[in-house]
Structure formats: C-alpha cells, structure tokens
C-alpha cells in the first residue's frame, strides 16, 4: 500500500523519458511487474467450451481513516460523497450491491439521514444488498494494538449497528490493508462469532510464483491455499467449529483493487518489460485504465476473461471473489457503468460465465453449497485446508522484479513501522493508559452512588452525564488511534502532527473548567469520590452536591509537583496535602513514587516532612538535586498499591 505515491513517481518520470513504445491505447509500458498485477498470455484464446466460473464482484471503498491527511477533511471531501453516491445507485438499480467497513465514517454519516433515507436504507441491509464487513470503528492494526483496545472498538461498532439495524451483526471480517495478520485476529473473530476473514497483505513469495528467480515461491496459488481454515491448536474438525476457535479465511490474490493485467514482453531475458492494463475506472492514471468504448471493448473483455481464469485456478471451486474498489472510490458512477458494459458483452458469449454484484456472504454461501450440497453439514469448509501451526504472516514483503536484480532478494519489508516516530507511539500508549483508568474511576463514582441517588439529586445525574459524555468522546478518540495507518505512524507528517495535537489538547487540563481534557474529568471524578467516601451523605451533607466548601483536590499528571505557596504573615507554617495515588492495574504494584516540590513566592526550607498512609507513617527521602526541572525539591517515599486499588 504504502508504494502508491513511490508508483506514482515512478510511472510518471518513466513516461518522460522513456522511449519505449505503449503498443494501444488500453496499454502502458513497465520495466517491473506493477504490484498485484497477474501475467496473462501474448495470444488471445477463448476458454475451453467446459470452462465454468461464477464471478462475485464485491464493490467497495477503502477509507482510510486518516492517511494523507485527516480524518474530518476525508469525511467532508470525500467519504460523504462516496456514501451518498453508493446509497443512490443501489435505490435506482437493484443488480447493484455494496460492503461498507469503517463505521467510525458510516455512524456520521448516518446522523446526517433523514428518517425517510434511514428507512430505504434499513430495507437494503434487510434485502442484503448493503453489507456491513468488519464492523468496528476503524480496521485496526494486528501487530501494535492493545487487545483490549481491539475488542473495544469493535464492540462499539458491532453495538451502533445492532442498535439501528434491529439486532444486525456483520459475518465478515475484513482486514484487507494492515500490514501483515497476526495469529491472534482469527481467534479474535471466530471468538466474536464471525464465519468469515479476508486478508489481504502477505509476503508477495507466498502470492506470487516467481520461478527459478525464487525457488519455493507461490505456495498459495500452487496449493490452491489462499482459503483455508485458520485456528489456533490442533484438534478435529467438530472441535475447532464448535469451540469458535477458528474461522474460514480468505487471503486477496492479487489485492483488494480492480483488475491490473500485463503481457510479459521479454519473457526469460533481462530488462524484464511488461505491457499493463487495468479496470481502476475511477483512477487518474486514464492511460493505464481506459475507459470502455466499442472500439477497445472486445480487447479489454478477452484480457479480463483470460485473467479471470488464471485466478479461478487457484481455487478449489467455480466461485471467484473479485473485490471492486479502491482507495476512497464511487466518488461516481463510472465503474459499475464501465464494468456493466463488459459483463453484457462476456454473458452471452459466455454462458457458463456469470457475472453477479454481491457481497462476502454471497461468496461463501456459493462456495458452501457447491462444495456441500443439500443439508449444510456442521463443519461446512472440511475442504478446505487447514493452518493450526504459530506462524503468522509477518512481516508483510513486496517483492518487485526490480529489487531482485539489484540485491537477489526482497527489500520491501514492511517492519519499520514497529518501532518509527517512537513519540507518537508513546504518546498512544499513554493516552490508553490514561483511557483505562477514566473508565474505571467513572464506573467507581458511578456505582458508588448508584444505591443512594435519587432522582432529585439533578445536579449529580447532570453531572454524570456530562462525564459519560465526555468518557464516551475521549474513548473514541483511542480506538481510531489504532487504525493501521495512524498507530503505525506510516501516515504522512501531516497527520501524524494532527494526531499528536488531538491527544495533547484532549489529554490537557486546559484553560477553561476544571473539567477539561482526560485529566480534568478524573480530578472531577476523584473528587466525586473522595467527597462521597469521607462526608456521611445523608445527614451531614443533607444531599447538597455543592462541593465549594470541601478543599480542591489537586491532581498530578506527569509533572507531579505541589506548589507551596508561603504565608505572608507568619515566618513559619503547616500545610496538609493529601495525595491519592491510584494502580488501574489488575496485579499488585510496587515501587517508588516522587512528587516534586516547589516554594511559590519565596525562598522556603522544608523543616519537617510526615508521609502518612491511613495515618500510618511511612519513609520517605527527600532529593535536593530534583531530576525534573523546576522543582526546588524532590520527594520520594514507596508506595504499595493493590489490584485496581
């Protein structure tokens, strides 16, 4: 994926000096195998009479949920045109269908509807025609991601659509752009009850069979092996389908973009020189995918079959999944528009060629009912292989024709991205952190007084809900940093500051209420807390949650320093501050805690220092030489905190 804008490049300088010749208009020349681009024969050769193929053609869009640039400009520019578009066409031509993934860009768009669009729209997700994949809020990393930050995201999005879809639950999931799969995603989804899995970004060795350059190479098109079923121990059949610990999975062939076709005109010499052509309609590069017209239609529909039979070799059946978009594609109409005049000119010269639009779910239920007819059996894919071993498909690799010339080997490995702009990873882990325990001092405050409150306590029940509010907003925030652009840091810098600015401002106390930011919402909650524990509720505070006359709790993040502000009239003075210190981990923490101290409008000493623990004292040290600039002092005592305590 990330070789798009070096393609770009690339093609663009090679057609300024090249001097070779483009042989057609519906032909351009490379010196290298353009990625995800399938050799087919010189000579043209209708398929034997016998030939039989049911071709799926599965629209879709990849939306990156920011990329180059942000999240909020691709909604505005494009990805509201793109489900606008793709509503209208599948209301006015019911051959058409569409599957949707990143439903952090569908719930916006979806509040825009009106009730009258919401219901036509209901009615094309009841019909089938409307498919939801994935189903989380973005398609997230598999080798960065928390686990828990995963299943979060996913199950917020799997709620939204349960909620407007009157119980829907999407069957596929689809991975189709993270940069290598981790042994741990099919387990993840067969454990959520999803049937299917698509994957996409393997090592091109495995993809691709590059011959005696690479001995070995092409084991999935040579084993017929790009769908299998994916678990993780071994066991039998009737035990990986019922304990929904695996999952049948599909890896794209040859990507999830529109067809790309090229005639190998030097085949067994060097320069490799490749002529190319493809069916990305909605693609600027207009020279490499030309629009249909009678006078190039008959050449581009015999390269297409040729290339569709290629690929249906390499299955175990006469279903094909052809998967039909791209990067933020069906801004228009001119891929169903170009692709239906080719499918009207193949069908009835081909008849035991169809052609439908469907969705995942048609696919596989094809594949089952070829490959098991009559009563669906309990473990419907026991022809399909099996992969219960611990290796994943890490790292994901390009291998370009090009690079094997210059090193003998691949060298686009896609692994940089674990450990690149370490700030802004860090900076993702911290702001989980700080997620993780806004969510648990919320539900603390939450059923603390879930007993006791009424519904004349409004200034609470208001407050509450402001704080959901807030937790609910913050979270999200969290779970869109996992998308397998931004978590990756293989977004441009653009996005990358962007990013970085949001988790600063939404981290931040801020200049305005003192419930501002993720920080600010904890000390809110803290104190809720705190005032709840220690005032007898009923008869001192007799329900008044004016919390002006209780001391303000002051609240350390990061910094951790107390400011001690000198009384103007006495040369000597006490000062009590209590210091709540909180482990949101579920296992016992212990280890040294150090808060710094700094002396506010004068020069002070520090003549005695008490550290109490539910009045217990405890030691502590005092460090002149602070490590943190700004303070005057430093100090520093040990601290044991029990689970969530």
């Known amino acids: 994926t990330r070789l798009i804008p070096l393609y770009f490049g690339t093609f663009i300088l090679f057609l300024f000096f090249s001097t ?14 353009p990625p995800n681009a399938i050799v087919v024969p010189n000579l043209i050769q209708p398929p034997n009479p016998t030939f039989t193929l049911n ?61 009258t669009d919401k219901t036509q729209f209901i009615s094309l997700v009841k019909t089938q025609r409307w498919e939801f994949v994935g189903g989380g809020l973005v398609q997230h990393d598999e080798a ?56 996409n970004h393997v090592d091109d060795r495995l993809k691709r069979d590059f011959g005696s350059m690479v001995p070995g190479s092409g084991q999935l098109p040579k084993e017929q092996s790009f769908e299998f079923f994916w678990e993780q121990y071994q066991g039998k059949f009737d035990n990986f389908w019922q304990n929904g610990s695996g999952i049948a999975s599909h890896i794209l062939d040859s990507g999830f973009e529109p067809p790309l076709y090229c005639i190998d005109l030097s085949p067994n010499s060097s320069p490799p020189l490749y002529n190319c052509s493809g069916l990305n309609f909605e693609s600027p590069l207009t020279d490499l995918n030309p629009p249909i017209s009678s006078s190039n239609i008959a050449e581009i529909s015999s390269r297409f079959l040729q290339y569709l039979q290629i ?12 998967p039909f978009g791209s990067y933020f594609s069906y801004q228009s109409s001119i891929n169903f528009e170009n692709l239906d005049k080719i499918i009207n000119y193949l069908e009835p010269r081909y008849p035991k060629i169809t052609f439908k639009y469907g969705t995942v779910s048609d696919y596989f239920s094809a594949v089952i009912k070829e490959k098991s007819p009559g009563k669906k059996p309990l473990f419907p894919f026991s022809f399909l292989p099996i992969k219960n071993d611990s290796i994943d498909f890490y790292p994901y690799t390009q291998c370009l024709t090009t690079d094997y010339e210059k090193f003998n080997t691949c060298s686009n490995y896609y692994s940089g991205f674990y450990t690149s702009y370490p700030n802004l990873k860090l900076s993702i882990s911290e702001f989980k952190y700080r997620i993780d325990v806004l969510n648990q001092l919320f539900s603390w405050a939450v059923s603390y007084y879930a007993a006791i409150v009424t519904e004349d306590d409004v200034a609470l029940l208001n407050t509450f809900d402001q704080q959901y509010n807030q937790v609910y907003q913050y979270s999200q925030l969290l779970y869109s940093l996992i998308h397998h652009q931004t978590i ?31 920080d600010g919402v904890m000390k809110e909650l803290l104190e809720t807390m705190i005032v709840g524990l220690n005032i007898d509720f009923n008869e001192k505070n007799g329900r008044n949650w004016d919390r002006s006359s209780y001391p303000n709790i002051q609240f350390f993040n990061g910094i951790d320093q107390i400011t001690l502000v000198a009384n103007e009239t006495r040369i000597e003075y006490k000062i009590e501050v209590p210091l709540v210190i909180y482990n949101p ?7 040294v805690y ?19 623990e539910e009045e217990n004292s405890i030691e502590y040290q005092i460090l002149n030489n602070s490590l943190k600039p700004g303070n005057d002092l430093e100090l520093c005592f040990n601290v044991l905190i029990e689970p969530i305590g």
């Open 311 to 322: 690929k249906s070799s390499w299955y175990r059946h006469s279903n094909l999944l052809l």
């Open 585 to 591: 981990y579920v296992i016992e923490r212990e280890e």
């Open 488 to 518: 990756t840091s293989t977004s441009s810098q653009y996005e990358r500051d962007f990013i970085q600015n949001k988790i600063r401002l939404s981290e931040s106390l801020g200049q305005g209420s003192k419930n501002d930011g993720v």
């Open 144 to 199: 960065l991601s928390d686990l828990d930050v995963i299943i979060e995201q996913l199950t917020d999005g799997l709620a939204f659509l349960q909620r407007e879809f009157s119980g829907y639950r999407p069957v596929t999931a689809w991975q189709i752009d993270t940069f290598g799969h981790s042994f741990l995603t099919p387990k993840i989804f067969a454990e959520l009850n999803y049937q299917y899995l698509i994957l």
């Open 20 to 33: 070779f010749i483009i042989s057609t208009s519906a032909w351009v020349t490379y010196n290298y195998l």
């Open 594 to 612: 150090c808060v710094g101290i700094v002396f506010g409008n004068k020069t002070g000493v520090l003549n005695y220092v008490r550290v109490e």
């Open 55 to 115: 071709v799926w053609v599965v629209p879709h869009s990849h939306c990156e949920v920011g990329w180059i640039t942000d999240y909020e400009t691709y909604y505005n520019q494009n990805v509201s045109v793109i489900l606008n578009n793709a509503f209208q066409i599948l209301k006015s031509d019911a051959s058409k269908k569409f599957v949707w993934s990143e439903m952090v860009y569908f719930r916006k768009w979806w509040e825009t509807l009106p009730i």
